[in-house]
């Protein structure tokens, strides 16, 4: 990092100058003075009228002052045309202008008018001291005093005050202009249809958006293939445009991995660093060309966005005028082991939980092809090179990803239920915030049993009574009930090998044929209990397919990359998928007894148990 930084020029871009209508959020390039007074003129800041404070003296209820009024009214925008002679008086309004002569403005509230052969008049009876009631020019701001210093970020604020002292523009800090480029043949616009094989170019969005996050300007240049002569004529075209140029994919050891090798020949210094000792990043690779870095990111989602925030972001603020990103740290508790490879620094994306005792970080365990790891995580900690993991109940300071921690309402943590969203979607709209985690039950009842989550849903049979959960049930834990779900085989409508059987002979059955290739559930999931106990220690095709979900279970079937799985009635229909019943689930909660007086764990019971929440349920295919 030392390397790439001592080659490039890190100092703000030139300024340039923006009306205040594109002025937001750019960051101001050199000190701005006021340009004119504000306020313009001497004004009235009550509506009254002008007078000279001496002709005032003495005047109090029973004793009023008389003084002629002057033959004009300064309502606001009006230049005053007569100058306010000794005993004489104008009607003025807030904000009109001051007249000559006069030195201050009695409320209208202590006067009465009195026309008389002589003309208008008015009865004062309050005195008034010399600059009562005026506002002088340049009292808030005069022309010429500091306004806004370099460095500054144009909010509303500023935008506000730049306009009331006389600007119309302000000179800011040019906007880094970053290239993006996306390299791969698989790789598609994202919402088209994919072909087989196609992945959606997430990396480029997920860039482009960060880059103006950071006060650049993205410049979207498109996807290009894997070949060295398109590659190369993209690099010259982007380093003509921008200040900096990103690309993704391409960096590591296979035969498609063009980008680094292109960089070669573009000019000096070239490449600076290829290679780095972290997960995610390995293949990362730092360069540049002339002053203009150029970073190849590695192609996996989360690894690309992650060396970008590492070592992209802090050149972008820089170029931008920004001041480095501010860093917030909290102390955690790590709470599953974590294992790390040895020789690389790895950092672990978590969710932040409250629990006893302070934060509990529960690792994503994505991996670095996620493309939901960085966005869904509330911060990152790293794991030494030299360790090969972190124990569970390790302490672990977590840099938090996003700015604040906002710690969500209500936490839950065990088995993932589509019912269950339609709980939360209840909550949401009474504007409590729950994070869920989907670990299984019995991760769940774990971690309801450490007093790590407020709920901890479950669908957990005892082989030896055949009841749901109460069996499991644990000092300090309540049960809460939460409704029924059919469990079956999942297969293609159609798929002979499985119509008209029912659920139980169907698993023995596929278990058997070697031709059906499984979609399992990962390993402390109630489903994957489920069918364990089913296939009696039997490991047909496709075992180690263990996705987290039954959406994802549905969906290999669906797909075809799977014949057979085990998954809930109501997403076996949404899927469109033959169902062959197992077993009637009882989906309840674990309740932690010291954290059922909370409020947010109140509104959930309710919702609970309210009618429209039933009919939902109902609508969605589960049991009352
Ligand atoms: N034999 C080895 N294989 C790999 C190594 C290694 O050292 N030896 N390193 C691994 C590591 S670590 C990483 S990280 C990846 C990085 O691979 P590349 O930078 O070459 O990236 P690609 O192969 O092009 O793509 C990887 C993966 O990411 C998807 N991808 C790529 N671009 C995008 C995009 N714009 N949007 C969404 N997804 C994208 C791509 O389809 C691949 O699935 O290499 C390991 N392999
Ligand atoms: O460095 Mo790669 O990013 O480990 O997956």
């Given at each position: ?13 030139p300024?340039?100058?923006?009306t205040?209508?594109?002025a937001?959020g ?23 009228f ?6 005032t ?17 300064l309502?606001c ?7 306010l ?13 001051i ?16 026309d ?6 008015m ?9 009562q ?11 010429g ?5 370099a460095g500054?970020i ?23 202009r ?57 690099l ?7 200040d900096?140029?990103v ?17 070669a020949g573009m ?38 966005v ?8 802090p050149?972008?603020r ?9 860093e ?13 490879e040895l020789?690389r620094?790895?950092y672990?994306m978590v969710?932040?939980?409250e ?8 690792p ?7 493309v ?11 794991i ?8 569970a109940?390790?302490?672990?300071r ?6 604040a921690l ?9 088995s993932?239920?589509t019912?269950l969203?339609?709980?939360l ?15 299984g ?15 901890a849903p ?13 069996p ?6 309540r049960?809460?009930?939460g ?11 159609g798929d ?12 023995r ?14 390993a ?15 490991r047909?095709a ?10 994802a279970?549905?969906?290999a ?18 899927y ?11 989906y309840?909660?674990?309740l932690p007894?010291?954290?059922?007086g ?6 959930f019971l ?9 009919r ?9």
């Amino acid at each position: 990092m030392a390397r790439f930084r001592a080659a490039l020029d890190l100092r703000p871009l030139p300024a340039e100058r923006v009306t205040l209508a594109a002025a937001l959020g750019r960051v101001v390039a050199e000190p701005v003075a006021a340009a004119a007074d504000a306020p313009p003129f001497d004004r009235a800041s009550v509506d009254g009228f002008a007078v000279r404070a001496a002709d005032t003296e003495g005047a109090r209820d029973g004793a009023p002052r008389r003084l002629r009024l002057n033959a004009e009214v300064l309502a606001c925008g009006v230049a005053p045309g007569i100058a306010l002679a000794p005993g004489t008086a104008t009607a003025i309004a807030t904000g009109g202008m001051i007249p000559r002569g006069a030195d201050a403005v009695a409320m209208i509230e202590w006067t009465a008018l009195d026309d008389a052969p002589d003309g208008p008049a008015m009865l004062l009876n309050r005195a008034v001291a010399a600059g009562q009631f005026i506002g002088f020019a340049g009292s808030d701001i005069a022309r010429g005093e500091a306004l806004l210093r370099a460095g500054a970020i144009v909010t509303s604020r500023e935008i506000g005050m730049l306009a009331a002292a006389g600007h119309d523009s302000v000179p800011v800090v040019r906007r880094p202009r970053v290239a993006v480029l996306s390299t791969g043949d698989e790789l598609h616009p994202p919402g088209r249809a994919l072909p087989p094989g196609g992945i959606p170019d997430s990396n480029a969005a997920i860039l482009c958006a960060a880059v103006a996050e950071h006060g650049g300007e993205p410049v979207p240049l498109g996807i290009f293939p894997d070949d060295e002569a398109v590659l190369a004529a993209a690099l010259r075209d982007a380093l003509a445009r921008a200040d900096l140029v990103v690309m993704s994919g391409g960096t590591s050891k296979g035969a498609g991995d063009v980008s680094h090798r292109i960089l070669a020949g573009m000019g000096e210094p070239g490449v600076l660093v290829h290679g780095v000792a972290l997960k995610p990043g390995k293949p990362l690779c730092l360069a540049a060309v002339g002053t203009t870095p150029v970073v190849v990111l590695p192609g996996f989602p989360t690894s690309a966005v992650f060396t970008f925030q590492e070592f992209v972001v802090p050149v972008i603020r820089a170029l931008a005028g920004l001041p480095p990103r501010e860093e917030t740290e909290v102390a955690a508790t790590l709470a599953v082991r974590m294992p790390s490879e040895l020789g690389r620094t790895e950092y672990v994306m978590v969710s932040l939980a409250e629990a006893e005792g302070g934060l509990r970080a529960f690792p994503l365990g994505k991996g670095s092809g996620s493309v939901t790891a960085f966005s869904q995580a509330d911060g990152v900690f790293a794991i030494p090179a030299l360790d090969a993991g972190a124990e569970a109940g390790a302490p672990v300071r977590v840099r938090l990803i996003g700015g604040a921690l906002r710690p969500p309402d209500l936490v839950i943590i065990g088995s993932h239920c589509t019912g269950l969203d339609a709980v939360l979607d209840v909550l949401a709209a009474q504007g409590i915030a729950a994070r869920s985690l989907a670990v299984g039950s019995l991760g769940g009842l774990a971690a309801a049993k450490r007093g790590e989550c407020d709920l901890a849903p479950a669908h957990l049979l005892d082989p030896k009574s055949g009841a749901y959960n109460a069996p499991f049930l644990a000092p300090g834990l309540r049960l809460v009930p939460g409704w029924r779900r059919l469990q079956g085989v999942v297969f293609r409508p159609g798929d002979a090998r499985f119509e008209g059987l029912d659920g139980p002979e169907a698993v023995r059955r596929a278990a058997a044929d070697p031709a059906l290739l499984l979609v399992n559930r990962n390993a402390g999931s109630g489903t994957r209990m489920l069918l364990d106990g089913l296939l009696g220690g039997a490991r047909p095709a496709g075992y180690a397919n263990q996705p987290k979900s039954h959406n994802a279970v549905a969906a290999a079937v669906a797909q075809g990359r799977a014949d057979w799985g085990v998954a809930i009635a109501p997403v076996a229909g949404a899927y469109g998928l033959g169902f062959l019943p197992l077993a009637d689930e009882h989906y309840d909660f674990f309740l932690p007894e010291a954290r059922a007086g909370r409020p947010p764990v109140a509104a959930f019971l309710a919702a609970l148990e309210s009618p429209a929440l039933r009919r939902r349920l109902t609508e969605l295919g589960f049991g009352a």
